[in-house]
Structures are given as C-alpha cells and as structure tokens.
C-alpha cells in the first residue's frame, strides 16, 4: 500500500496551492495533498510556497507579474494578499517550463488556511510551515506560525488527518510542546543536511555518527518524527534500510518523472509527493499496488524522542 499526495494541491495539473487544485486532488481520489503555509501581517495562515509573492505566478490588479523586489507575504494584510492572482504561470519562465501540463485558471487567489482545510475534507493534508533560518525577519517566527496554524486545525477538527511538515525542524520543536497530539514529519534534501547546523535546530546531525549510512533518518528518529520526507535523488536503499529500521514512514518528493516513480517503488517508500499525482495513481494501478485511501496519517501512531542506536 503506498499513500499518494499531490504536491502543492496537484500543480502539474492545476494552479499550484488554490482551492481548484485541492478539489482536483480530491475528485482524483488521492490519499492526499501537500501544502504550504506562511501568514499574512495581520496574522493569518495562508498557503503559498514562496516567503515572497511568486514572481512566476502572481499578478496585480493591472495584470502585471510581480517582479523580484515582490512583497513578503508576512509583509500583506490578507485583504491586500486577495488582491493578486496566482492562477496563470508567467510566459516564457522557467516555472511555467516545468509545468506545461498545467492548466492556467485566471482568477484563482491565495486561499487561506482554513479554507484549504475546508476544501480538503475528504483527503489527509501535509502541512509544510515555511520559515527562513537563513533570513529569520523574512517571516514570523516558529512560535507564532505553530500557534496560528494549530489553532485553524484545532478549530476545524482537523488534527487527526494533519501532518506538520518543515525543513526547519524548531518549528517541529516547537509544535512537539504546543500540540504534541500532532503528528510531526521532517523534510531534507542536499542542502539543508549539508547545513544542518542551521536547519535541524537543536538536534545535531553529528551526533548520529554521520560517517556511516542512514545518518539522517537516525537524526529524523530521534526527533520524535513519524515520517521522514527526503527529496526523491537523496534517498537510497541503505538509509531506506535504517529508515524502515527505526520505524519512520518514507514519503520522497517531488517525484514526477516515470523512472523515478519506478525506483522509489522498488525502493519500498510508503507514500510518493508528485506534482503529477493522477500518473502515480496509474502507475500503482497497472502493477496491483493498492492506493492508501485517506485516514493514512491517522493510522500512524505518534512517537516519542528515540535513541536510534
């Protein structure tokens, strides 16, 4: 059984993160949808990926794309937020090169949090909380976010079908006191492990014994993670090995291509993120594989901080 999730909503089908895209995935009948989430300067959870308005995608009143200089998200009342679409890729941009099955809708808006659960009843949601280590002013800070994105799903009765996702695992930390009830899943690729120092907060990768196989799912472990969420080239059979070892869910991403679709299934992950969900659902389809149907992320029982020696 492997879970399926259309990342941000299903954007190689539909506009990335808009509640067209959420209902696309649900009409699609996946386990679910990836999404990310920032807050607006009046304190409101949004989804949308980029710390700024997307220059590829976003569009003012006069229909002119936003340029680099974009306003940051925290930066916008939600009202001034509503006011841009986000429903046509910028012509000639290498975004709109990378999804040219994309259907442009003019018109869509960034929803909020709360709406997009409301879109999303009948799927399971993985909750990507983005901040910037790097660049701590450019967003609200892990405590603020947490607090505002738990109270939506608290209030929506959302938490049993959410995970927590972040790159930047203090807002993990932080959600394991605020909300331990809420399942928590730490993202990596190259980068954030290469600077983990800044990325994995108080939890330090060197002391997993770093020098041998499957150091990061031993780091993801001992946060007391349920799933371990690796961009798809990173992963490979000995930390897949040590993964399955220490008990973590694998869910790769962002797996599009057909032959990463194939290796990852060899490989014996328990879900796959894709921007092009409807060929993974085939894909499972032409070899028996069973589709995980939403309740996935309730059936996984949270845990504690493990020694993963």
């Not at 959420?22 to 990836?34: D, I, M, N, P, S």
């Not at 001034?80 to 986000?86: E, F, G, M, R």
């Not at 994995?200 to 014994?209: E, I, N, P, S």
Request: charged share 25%; aromatic share 4%; proline share 6%.
């Amino acid at each position: 059984m492997i879970a399926v999730f259309g990342h941000r909503g299903a954007c190689g089908l539909a506009p990335e993160n808009t509640l067209t895209g959420f209902r696309l995935a649900a009409r699609l009948g996946l386990t679910g949808v990836e999404f990310d989430v920032g807050m607006t300067a009046d304190n409101i959870p949004v989804v949308h990926h980029d710390i700024r308005l997307n220059q590829d995608i976003a569009r003012d009143k006069s229909g002119a794309y936003v340029g680099e200089d974009a306003p940051l998200i925290r930066a916008l009342t939600y009202r001034q937020l509503s006011t841009y679409d986000v429903g046509r890729p910028r012509r000639g941009s290498v975004y709109a090169s990378r999804h040219l099955t994309q259907q442009a809708l003019d018109g869509a808006r960034i929803p909020t949090l709360a709406e997009a659960v409301a879109a999303c009843t009948s799927l399971d949601l993985l909750i990507e909380i983005k901040t910037a280590p790097d660049r701590p002013d450019t967003t609200h800070t892990p405590m603020e976010l947490v607090a505002q994105v738990s109270r939506v799903l608290c209030t929506l009765e959302a938490t049993d079908k959410s995970m927590l996702f972040a790159f930047d695992w203090r807002v993990l930390a932080v959600a394991a006191r605020h909300i331990p009830s809420l399942r928590r899943g730490c993202l990596t690729d190259a980068q954030t492990v290469r600077d983990a120092h800044l990325w994995f907060g108080d939890t330090r990768l060197a002391a997993h014994q770093p020098q041998k196989p499957g150091s990061v799912p031993r780091t993801v472990a001992s946060t007391g993670a349920v799933i371990w969420a690796p961009e798809q080239t990173t992963l490979n059979e000995a930390e897949m090995i040590e993964a399955r070892r220490l008990g973590l869910a694998v869910i790769p991403w962002t797996v599009n291509e057909p032959n990463d679709m194939e290796r990852m299934i060899e490989l014996g992950v328990d879900g796959i993120i894709s921007d092009v969900p409807d060929q993974i659902k085939n894909l499972l389809a032409a070899r028996n594989l069973t589709l995980a149907a939403p309740g996935y992320i309730s059936r996984l029982k949270p845990r504690r901080p493990v020694d993963p020696k």
